[in-house]
C-alpha cells in the first residue's frame, strides 16, 4: 500500500499536499472514492493521522483514499481552509479523471466540521455521503465557545507562553506536541470559535442551519457516549435534524474514540462504515 503525495496548491511558500492510496482494483464494484480530512482543532494535524489498518479496510474494500492537509489556525483563516480544500478536491477528481464519479467525504473532530460545511455550501457536483466522527456542526454551540470545564482542569496556560506557538509563516501540518497548547489555551479560556472566524467573518456562515442541514447527502455519524472535547449530543443533534443519517454509538471511550486500531468498538465501527458505504 504505496500512496502517491502531491502538491495541489501553494500558500505563500507553503506547500499544501495530499496523497493517494487507490483502492484494490480486483474489487468488481468500484466503491465511491474518500477524500479524507483530518482533525486536530483546525490548529494541529496531519493527513497522516489515520491509522494505516482503517485505510487498508477501505481501499480493500474497493475505494481509492485521498488523504488531506490543510493551512492551518490561527496563521490561516477559516474561509482560506475552505477554499483550499475544495481546490483539493477538485484537483485530485480531475487528477485521477473522476470528475464525473460519486465521492464521499470522511472527517473526524474537525475534520468533519469541515467535510459538513464543504458538502453544503462549497462542492459542486456534492459528495453522495459524508462520515462524520465526533465532530460539530454549528459554531453558536454554547459548549464550544464557553471555557471547557475538561481543559480547565490543567493549569491556565499564560498568553505569552502560547505565543511563543504561534508561527510566521502558514503551516500545512503540525503535530500535536508542537501546537496542542495553543488549541488548550483557546478552549480553557472560550475563545476558540473567536479565534476560528476572525474580525470578518459570521457565525453564521460557518455554520449550518435547518436548511443547510436538511440539504446534506447520506450521513455516517460516530460519537463516544464519554466524549470530553465534543458532547456527543452535538452528533445526536446532526443525526437527528439531517435525513438518511445512519448514528453509532460507542461506550466510555475518549474523544478520538479510533486512534487505537485494535480497539474492539474502533473495529466495529469501521467494519459498520464499510457496510453502509457498500448499500450507498
Not at 487528477?95 to 462549497?122: C, D, I, M, T, W
Not at 475563545?191 to 442541514?213: G, M, R
Request: hydrophobic share 35%; no cysteine; glycine share 4%.
Amino acid at each position: 500500500m504505496t500512496p502517491e503525495h502531491l502538491t495541489y496548491t501553494h500558500i505563500g511558500k507553503t506547500p499544501i499536499e495530499l496523497s493517494i492510496y487507490l483502492g484494490n482494483k480486483s474489487n468488481q464494484q468500484k466503491k465511491p472514492t474518500i477524500y479524507y480530512i483530518h482533525g486536530g482543532g483546525l490548529i494541529y494535524g496531519s493527513r497522516h493521522d489515520l491509522p494505516k489498518e482503517y485505510i487498508e479496510l477501505l481501499t480493500s474494500n474497493g475505494s481509492d483514499v485521498v488523504m488531506l492537509d490543510y493551512p492551518l489556525l490561527p496563521e490561516s483563516t477559516l474561509d482560506i481552509i475552505l477554499n483550499t480544500l475544495t481546490s483539493g478536491i477538485e484537483f485530485a477528481r480531475h487528477y485521477l479523471h473522476q470528475e464525473n464519479q460519486p465521492y464521499l467525504l470522511f472527517g473526524r473532530s474537525a475534520g468533519a466540521y469541515l467535510s459538513v460545511l464543504l458538502s453544503s455550501k462549497y462542492l459542486t457536483p456534492k459528495p453522495i455521503g459524508v462520515v462524520s466522527f465526533y465532530g460539530y456542526f454549528d459554531l453558536s454551540e454554547m459548549s464550544l465557545q464557553q471555557p471547557s470545564q475538561h481543559y480547565n482542569q490543567y493549569g491556565l496556560l499564560p498568553d505569552m507562553l502560547v505565543q511563543n506557538f504561534i508561527q510566521k509563516d502558514i503551516l500545512a501540518n503540525a503535530p500535536i506536541e508542537q501546537r496542542f497548547p495553543i488549541y488548550l489555551s483557546y478552549r480553557q479560556r472560550g475563545t476558540w470559535v473567536k479565534q476560528l472566524l476572525a474580525p470578518n467573518l459570521t457565525l453564521e456562515d460557518y455554520s449550518l442551519d435547518e436548511d443547510a442541514l436538511a440539504s446534506l447527502p447520506k450521513l455516517f455519524i460516530a460519537a463516544s457516549d464519554t466524549d470530553q472535547d465534543v458532547d456527543i449530543s452535538i452528533s445526536k443533534s446532526l443525526y437527528e435534524q439531517t435525513n438518511h443519517s445512519t448514528f453509532v454509538t460507542v461506550h466510555d471511550l475518549s474523544h478520538d474514540f479510533d486512534k487505537n486500531p485494535k480497539d474492539s468498538q474502533a473495529i466495529q465501527v469501521y467494519q459498520d462504515l464499510k457496510t453502509w458505504i457498500n448499500d450507498l
